[in-house]
């Protein structure tokens, strides 16, 4: 069974940090470029972050460029999303994707490109 699974999530302070982890199971994650989006109540899912499947290509939302950082270990099948200096507005249930069309994924930040998702971890930012 192919699976996603995401976790590192939870309740911190303004200012503070999170890394969040996105492992793969049922299959290797090393031909996929991999998405972190996010949602927040009453809004859309809106794409964050994303690294090409060899770690050379990244990019990020203009709300998190500085702060967040993703980076990604195929040796253990896992992307990491290292959040810091969160902000209240970061809070959101952030998810990960896999896809093999950097283009659509990681450019577009098109959520329909790919049906590999996890089931997704909160986010909550709040003193």
């Known amino acids: 069974q192919l699976q996603l699974v995401e976790s590192g999530g939870g309740l911190v302070q303004p200012g503070g940090s999170l890394r969040l982890s996105c492992a793969a199971s049922?299959?290797?994650?090393?031909?996929?470029?991999i998405g972190w989006f996010r949602q927040a109540p009453g809004k859309e899912r809106e794409g964050v972050s994303c690294?090409?499947?060899?770690?050379?290509?990244?990019n990020y939302a203009d709300s998190v460029k500085g702060r967040f950082t993703i980076s990604r270990d195929n040796a253990k099948n896992t992307v990491y999303l290292q959040m810091n200096s969160l902000k209240p507005e970061d809070t959101a249930i952030y998810y990960c994707a896999a896809g093999y069309d950097w283009f659509r994924l990681c450019v577009l930040r098109d959520a329909n490109s790919t049906g590999y998702w996890g089931q997704g971890t909160q986010v909550t930012v709040s003193s």
């Open positions: 690294i090409s499947s060899s770690g050379g290509s990244t």
């Open positions: 049922g299959f290797t994650l090393d031909y996929y470029a």
